[in-house]
Each structure stands twice: as C-alpha cells, then as structure tokens.
C-alpha cells in the first residue's frame, strides 16, 4: 500500500513525515545480480513483524522498503523528514539473503548509518550481519545493535520515545558508553509466538512485488514464517538471530494469515521460510485440518530435512495441503562428508524421502555444498551421481561458506586472510584453504548446473521420441546448450583435478 508521498524513484514507501519512527531495511535487490536476474523478491517479514509491534505500542511507524531501491541514497529523503527522531534498520532474519551477510548490504547500510547520524536520529539496528560485527557497525554511527529475537527489544528500547532511560536494564542490547563496547544481558525467546501481532502487511506495496512475480514468473508468492529457530547442530550453519531452537505458531494462527493473502493480496502461492517446517509432532496433519476447513486453495514450497520426511502419513497431509515443493539439505552424496558436517542425516534417507515425495507428487529439491574440508574428487563424484540417481525437480549449489558463531568458521577461520563475506550471493568466493584452488569451484558449480539441467532436457526428448507430450518445452529447448556448455566446463576442470 503506498501513501501519498510514495513514489521516490519508483521505489517502496509508506511514509509519513508525521510518525516518529521510520523503519527500514537493507537487502537492495540490485546490489545482488543474481536475485535481481531471479526476480523472486519476498517482502522483508522481519521488519513487518517489527513494524506491527511497534504500532501495537501506539507508534506511528513510516517504512522504507529498500528491495526495489537503486542504493543507500534512495533512502536518504525519508531520513531527512525524520531527523532526530528514531531510525530502526530490521532486516528479514528469516530470509537465508540476509543471513549471508553479504558485503554490498553491509556497506549500504553503513551508508544509510552515517547520513542518519549526521540529522541527528538515534539508531537502533536488528541483523544478521550487526549481531556478527555489532562493534563495526556502532563504529560508523548507529547506536544500538538488539542481538537476538527483537520484537520485544525494540519495543522496550523505544518506550520513552526519542529519550532512553535505563539501557543497560533492557535485554539483547549492544551500545558504546564513554567509549566502552557494553552488552546487556541475552533476551529470552518468545515461546508464543501467537502472542505476536500479525505482519504490518499494509504498509508494502504488494502490488510491486506481484507484478515482477507475474511478469517473472506468471504468478504471485509471498512469504509466512511458522516457526523461529532450528534445533540441530550442521556445524557450517549460522543462526544469528532466533538461534538453536524451536518455536511455531498454532496451525490456526498460519492459515488465518494465508487466508487474508489469498483473498485480499491474491496470493496463491506461498514460501513457507521456516529453517525446517511442521518439526513439531502432529502440526502438519493439524495444518492440513485448518486449511481443508477455510477450503484454503493455494500452493506452497517449504524447506525440511531428509529424516523429518520419512512418514509417509506426514507426506501425504504435505501434498493434501498444497505443498508442491521441499528442499532438502542433501548436500553431499558422501556420507563422510555429512558425518564431518554433522549433518545427522544419511544417504539412505536422502534417497527414500525423494522417492516418498515423487510418489505424492512433491518436487524434491536439494542444496547442494562443495568444497567442504576433506571433500575430494571422490567425493565430487558421490554428489554428482546422487544428483544423476534421484533428479530432484531443482538444485541450489553453494560453495561452503564459513560464519560467525558455528564450528566450521572456528575450524579454518585461521585460514581466512582480509575476505570473510561474500559481495553478493554469486560471488561463492572460497575464503579457507579447500582441496582445490578457488577457480576450480567457480567451474564445477557452473558444470554442475549445466550437467543437471542437460538430463532435464534429454527426459524431455525421451518423452517426446516416446510419443508423451513434453511438460517443460524450455528444457527441452535448452537442452543442447546444456549438452555443450556441460562439455566445455568440464574440460575447465581437467587441468585443475580430474573429476
């Protein structure tokens, strides 16, 4: 929904010069290429949930979406009509963009930092990236970094309204006093999540993001979160925000927010953004009642793991309800490498949860990971045929990426010189030592792509010699470009290592 004074270089603006906080975010599509090329932009939920607590407590809450903005300076208009009141910077922590942390986010919003600093407001941030580097970012100007779940911080933090009183009282804080770095103590989790209003989805213009969606794509999704937090322990996952554990909103609570999309936003596909959906015993088959109830009608991906979809009761309320898509963390086809990992999943539940969600007529897709420490051609070659076993419906491919705050990053951070974030989500840079030189993982994520999607076509030729009616004609089309691009890039790697 845009207010009267929206329309700064075609962006996303609810603002009001007359409310006392403005609320923005940071993740600028095109500052990261590949979304942009992607165009399949989520509204920042995170900041929608600040938002509605905010206004909960009698706050007049302005937004600035910067998803759709060129850089920091758009966003420069809106702070000026808000000098020296509060700046709220909340990014989407249930977004995996922005728990990548990536650098080009980073140094806009160090750039929207100072210029607010220097009119005056007092800044209070919500990320990622400020949990991991909170000294860096009260270095340029900000001056709160809320660690952890922060709802119920920002709304402690701005009671007094443009005055704070008692900071070090208030949980999940991080500021500077006389040049002293201090933090308060940890903020204890919200446990109901249902006590939280529902998303300020009002103040997005949705119309935005379902016209790139239809153009893109030729429909429309928005996100839900159901639950905060993941209990297992991949060591190479970084948690920043709502940590090592797990809380979900009542079944009744998700299908009364899908309800309103559908019917007042047209949403009729959904991207549940949950680290792992329905982990909690009985919800999806009680999610499924909800849904039937409401005669709900829309489609939804979802991410889990491979041992969490072995149920096949579990499976069959999943398609029932919608669900059209799951990704898994497959990762590697090598089981030492899970193990190394600590993944806790084996490949034997890889292949038998693929094969349960092809039976229900669920796409399984899977991230994958290279170059993890002790990976080999070996073990290049164990994912690259349990890739060419299974054929899930899609595939994400990563190079390992160390973080703050997990194991992985503490093993070889020793290893990392100067560079310890990507620029952008493609930049897949290999910041520690791997077996291989870093150029040879550029080249085996392109030949892994092009090797997938050249068996895409080739099942879609068989179909056609076959007499069946081709159901992807893109792929089919596509399928000599991959043939020969597959070719090209692994003669690329030969002279590296021989894969």
């Known amino acids: 929904m845009k207010s009267a004074a929206a329309g700064w270089n075609n962006n996303i603006i609810s603002f009001s010069p007359m409310s006392d906080i403005l609320l923005v975010n940071t993740y ?46 758009d966003v420069y208009p809106a702070i000026d009509a808000h000098a020296g009141k509060w700046l709220i910077i909340y990014d989407d922590g249930f977004n995996y963009l922005t728990k990548m942390c990536l650098v080009n986010m980073r140094e806009a919003c160090f750039d929207m930092i100072r210029y607010a600093h220097s009119k005056g407001c007092r800044i209070a941030i919500s990320s990622s990236d400020a949990t991991d580097h909170w000294k860096e970012y009260l270095d340029q100007g900000a001056d709160y970094i809320m660690i952890g779940e922060a709802e119920q911080t920002v709304s402690e933090l701005t009671a007094g309204g443009e005055s704070v009183s008692d900071v070090a009282n208030i949980p999940g804080l991080a500021y500077q006093d006389k040049g002293a770095f201090l933090r308060t103590a940890p903020r204890s989790v919200l446990r109901n999540l249902d006590e939280l209003p529902a998303p300020a989805w009002d103040l997005v213009d949705t119309a935005a993001y379902r016209r790139r969606w239809m153009e893109r794509h030729g429909y429309f999704s928005l996100n839900v979160a159901t639950t905060r937090g993941c209990p297992f322990k991949c060591n190479w996952c970084a948690k920043p925000i709502y940590g090592n554990r797990y809380n979900a909103h009542s079944p009744a609570y998700v299908a009364d927010q899908i309800a309103d999309m559908v019917q007042h936003m047209k949403a009729y596909h959904i991207w549940f953004c949950d680290d792992i959906f329905g982990l909690k015993p009985g919800w999806i088959k009680a999610f499924r009642q909800e849904v ?29 309800s919608g669900c059209e898509e799951v990704w898994i963390g497959a990762e590697s086809g090598s089981q030492m490498i899970l193990d190394a990992m600590d993944k806790g999943t084996t490949i034997a539940q890889i292949k038998e949860s693929t094969h349960l969600m092809k039976r229900y007529g669920i796409r399984p897709c899977f991230f994958l990971q290279f170059g993890y420490p002790g990976e080999t051609a070996a073990e290049i070659r164990e994912t690259i045929a349990l890739m060419q076993e299974l054929m899930p419906y899609d595939i994400g491919i990563s190079v390992s990426y160390p973080l703050p705050g997990t194991v992985f990053y503490e093993r ?51 179909n056609l010699l076959a007499g ?10 596509l399928y000599p470009y991959h043939l020969v691009a597959a070719i090209q890039h692994k003669r690329q790697l030969r002279p590296i290592a021989a894969v």
């Open 292 to 320: 039937e109830q409401r005669q709900l009608r829309f489609r939804f991906k979802i991410q889990s793991r491979a041992d969490l979809l072995l149920e096949e009761s579990n499976i069959a309320d999943l398609a029932a």
């Open 28 to 73: 600028f599509l095109q500052l990261d290429p590949k979304q942009d090329r992607n165009m399949m932009p989520y509204p920042p939920l995170g900041a929608l949930y600040a938002a509605a607590k905010l206004r909960e407590d009698g706050h007049h809450v302005a937004f600035f979406d910067t998803q759709f903005a060129d850089g920091a300076a």
């Open 412 to 462: 070889v951070k020793s290893q990392m010189e100067g560079k310890t974030n990507w620029s952008d989500s493609d930049e897949l840079a290999m910041m520690f030592t791997g077996t291989y030189p870093p150029a040879f993982y550029k080249v085996l994520h392109r030949y892994v792509h092009h090797l997938f999607r050249k068996a895409q076509g080739k099942a879609q030729w068989s």
């Open 468 to 477: 069946k009616r081709p159901d992807n004609f893109r792929r089919l089309a």
